[in-house]
């Protein structure tokens, strides 16, 4: 049953700290996908790959948001340094050349 | 204004009530449309993929899009507490959705009472 994984599941840190989040995407899928949800936003695409390209970044704040993919089995976002209204859940998804995306458990992070 | 609205809810409904979930959206330009389901502290998944205007059905579900008042909708005959979760509506310009970003609804939160 192949799933997409996402680390860390949780994560509470202080303002101004780096958090590095990760997402394994489903073998074989050439597209993925950051999302990030909030109560008051909704589901927002931050960047996504493909064939570990970056097509689109245009929804990360640039300055402290950065995403990867050094390879075709990870994906990593970063935040640095992060801020309280940061506070979210962020999902990464992956898809196969057709219409469905797949999305990961999410990880949820709380900035204090 | 947002590109899709989406009544945030929640809806309450008695258990085998039929639900009535609906989106609406200023781009004319989407095509094809989306129905996820989110189960609390998890991600969504895929529940229903129409194409254009017209209804598609699958088991309790059936998907509606009205291109001409920019309106779908997704209805659930017999529901059941299994179907409490939030519903997000999603939309593309473009069939290959997979390799493109889609425009989400910011859901509707559904519970279904036994």
């Known amino acids: 049953d192949a799933r997409v994984t996402q680390t860390p599941r949780h994560k509470v840190t202080e303002m101004g700290q780096e958090v590095t989040m990760r997402c394994q995407p489903i073998l074989g899928h050439n597209t993925v996908f950051w999302y990030r949800q909030t109560m008051m936003q909704g589901l927002e695409l931050l960047a996504y790959f493909r064939n570990r390209a970056p097509l689109d970044d245009s929804g990360m704040p640039k300055d402290r948001f950065s995403a990867e993919m050094p390879d075709a089995t990870l994906a990593t976002l970063k935040i640095q340094p992060s801020e309280p209204r940061d506070s979210a859940v962020y999902f990464c998804?992956?898809?196969?050349?057709?219409?469905?995306?797949?999305f990961g458990p999410g990880t949820r992070l709380t900035v204090t | 204004q947002k590109e899709v609205e989406q009544d945030p809810g929640p809806l309450s409904v008695p258990e085998g009530a039929i639900v009535s979930l609906n989106c609406t959206y200023s781009n004319s330009a989407f095509q094809y449309f989306m129905w996820y389901r989110q189960y609390s502290r998890k991600g969504p998944e895929l529940l229903m993929y129409t194409y254009s205007s017209g209804n598609k059905e699958d088991g309790r579900f059936t998907a509606q899009v009205d291109k001409s008042s920019k309106y779908i909708s997704l209805f659930i005959r017999d529901s059941q507490p299994s179907d409490s979760a939030t519903y997000l509506c999603?939309?593309?310009?473009?069939?290959?959705?997979?390799?493109?970003?889609?425009?989400f609804g910011s859901g509707t939160r559904l519970q279904v009472q036994p």
């Open positions: 999603a939309m593309s310009t473009r069939m290959d959705t997979g390799r493109r970003a889609l425009t």
């Open positions: 998804a992956s898809a196969p050349d057709r219409y469905e995306q797949y």
